[in-house]
């Protein structure tokens, strides 16, 4: 799946968490009591690459680990195995990250600005630090980065308390952007907003990405809005990808039968049609503690045979950057 | 400037601000209001308030004045307040904030250490360490601070564990901000308001804790402490007990104030009460 053009690489990345055992279990343990000690695999054996310039989407449900997955790529969790580099240097060693060419966007922007400082002081920190400008030349550069998110330069003594949700997005817009990234991680940076206010967002960010040529890894549970911002969508369910394709092709013909289900999930509004039709997937998401055998998704699945609910299908790279894990998909279009 | 606001509409901190107010003002101006060294001959020895108009609050059994001397005795409990709280409030924010923020093996080490402090009474370990360094202000100030430090330090810990993976920390992460950035410029702003609420309490209990090594005649005897004019009470208690009752009524309402201007802060910086967020 690795070609020259690719900025950023994982290969089988894997996050576990394991349980932290209470002082009873310990003792238990010492004294040669078997002990339950099960594993949380929140991502398993994920590998993609992303192309200098593009956008990919990740998709999946709540739990899926999805965002697990970009703290990883950003370096602010480390993986259990696996590795991620960018430009074929790896971006943590030693559990500590080693290069700000990764950058991210929180979900939250009430929680991802810090409340006892000046907004400009958030934006201009990091690029302070690096030497990408001087303490003197700071002024101009947070009004430079303010009125390129589309904020008046003159609030940059302002603290976020004093900010809408939108308008704080923008700020952390604005500082991700501000250390020239290479990348830039955006977890689900719309979910926490009004609709009126995501689409701003969002062309906000589609204007940033065109003028400064980003490369993204832009993740969200919501494939509308992926289909918008990226060149290529990843489907990701019970921390494996299932599915990998070019947006467009996901959303008009995707192959997996979870892809499938998540677009039908979405309501839709058809003026043309008399009914308004919508089916939410059945069943839940089964605990990452317990995976079921098999094809993780073989419960919940329409399509599912014997096979699926015996062996797990491999993850099978198919032309264009596509790539597919299942026995039984869909007909391709 | 919203937090001052909330504060000043608190009558709790109101009066209590007035009370330390005017604790401040007498020690501040002790020198001016009784400029003769107040512990000096003054007069014939334990006379009552109001027995000699020169003596409002009579002699004590040393023919002291004892007006002059809780004048004097303002500016010794408060020094002895602050200076104290400040080593025990630098000591506790230092070790919690480490212990907080890297968590682990450096968590481990310090909050045994701190564990080992606690476990020990305060005031035995205040005993014990007069003992070993003798009695003066200095090492009487500094002994209070030693022993006043282990909660201020859990309290900091505790709240830099909740902070530090908060999505601003993570963002500077990110921005390859080094771990003396967060920890000073990210963290600890957030994680000050509790601790300077809990040190109005490590204040008065700084007061008490002079006091009562004073009241055991083990604090410094060349100052003129509230603490040791209550000591000098205690042989005549039962007849004279005005020596006593007088220091007493002043650390009273001292600790009131301070008590008093900590509940204003802490209703002032509570984020969960202030209002406009």
């Known amino acids: ?71 990883m790529v950003a370096g602010i969790l480390p993986q259990t195995s696996g590795r991620v580099t960018l430009d074929g240097k790896p971006v943590m060693a030693r559990g500590r990250k080693t290069t700000t060419r990764i950058q991210t966007v929180f979900q939250d922007p009430f929680a991802s600005l810090n409340p006892r400082r000046r907004i400009g002081e958030t934006i201009a920190e990091g690029p302070i630090a690096h030497g990408i400008v001087t303490r003197a030349g700071a002024p101009a550069f947070i009004a430079e980065w303010l009125a390129r998110v589309g904020l008046d330069p003159a609030v940059a003594q302002r603290f976020p308390h004093q900010f809408s949700g939108g308008q704080r997005q923008r700020v952390a817009i604005a500082r991700a952007l501000a250390m020239r990234p290479d990348l830039l991680v955006c977890d689900e940076p719309v979910a926490s907003l009004d609709v009126s206010i995501q689409a701003q967002i969002l062309n906000l960010f589609l204007e940033l990405r065109q003028a400064l040529g980003l490369t993204c890894l832009f993740i969200s549970h919501d494939l509308s809005v992926v289909r918008h911002v990226a060149d ?45 039709t919508f089916r939410p997937i059945a069943g839940e998401l089964p605990s990452p503690l317990a995976p079921p055998a098999g094809c993780a998704f073989h419960p919940r699945c329409p399509r599912a045979s014997d096979l699926c609910r015996r062996e797990r299908p491999d993850l099978v790279a198919g032309e264009d950057g596509a790539a597919l894990a299942c026995h039984h998909p869909e007909p391709a279009a | 400037m919203r937090a001052l606001k909330a504060y000043l509409r608190s009558p709790a901190a109101l009066i209590g601000s007035v009370i330390l107010l005017a604790v401040l003002v007498m020690g501040l101006g002790a ?178 804790l002079e006091s009562a090594l004073a009241f055991l005649q083990l604090s410094d005897p060349n100052v003129p402490s509230w603490g040791n004019l209550i000591g000098l009470g205690r042989n005549v208690l039962r007849t004279e007990w005005y020596v006593s009752a007088i220091p007493g009524l002043a650390i009273l309402l001292t600790i009131l104030g301070v008590s008093l201007v900590g509940q204003g802060l802490n209703d002032a910086l509570n984020p969960r009460l202030a209002s406009g967020r």
């Open chain 2, 31 to 208: 020198a001016w209001f009784y400029p003769s060294d107040p512990l000096g001959l003054a007069g014939r020895p334990l006379q009552w308030p109001g027995q000699n108009p020169r003596f409002p609050l009579g002699t004590d059994p040393s023919g002291r004045d004892i007006a002059a001397q809780i004048v004097h005795g303002a500016r010794i409990s408060l020094l002895i307040g602050f200076v104290a709280t400040s080593i025990a409030v630098v000591i506790g924010i230092a070790i919690g904030s480490l212990s907080g923020f890297y968590g682990g093996l450096v968590d481990t080490v310090l909050m045994r250490v701190t564990e080992a402090f606690q476990t020990l009474p305060n005031f035995l370990l205040l005993l014990v360490l007069v003992a070993v360094f003798g009695s003066t202000i200095q090492t009487v100030t500094i002994a209070i601070g030693i022993v006043s430090w282990p909660p201020v330090a859990r309290l900091t810990r505790a709240e830099f564990m909740t902070l530090r993976t908060r999505d601003f920390v993570q963002a500077c992460r990110v921005q390859g901000l080094g771990d003396a950035h967060l920890i000073l410029r990210e963290v600890l702003p957030n994680a000050l308001p509790p601790v300077i609420v809990y040190a109005s309490v490590v204040m008065a209990v700084a007061i008490l």
């Open chain 1, 232 to 276: 290529r969508v990843a489907i990701m369910y019970l921390g494996r990808i299932v599915e990998v394709g070019p947006a467009a092709r996901i959303h008009a013909a995707p192959r997996h039968p979870y892809a499938r289900a998540l677009l039908d999930s979405v309501p839709k509004l058809r003026l043309d049609a008399t009914s308004v």
């Open chain 1, 1 to 71: 799946m690795t070609g020259p053009d690719d900025i950023l690489v994982a290969e089988a990345l894997t996050r576990r968490f394991d349980p932290r055992l209470t002082i009873g279990d310990r003792i238990a343990g010492a004294l040669g009591a078997p002990v339950e000690r099960r594993p949380l695999r929140a991502v398993t054996d994920v590998s993609f690459a992303i192309r200098r310039g593009e956008t990919l989407g990740l998709v999946g449900e709540s739990g899926c680990g999805k965002s697990t997955l970009g703290r």
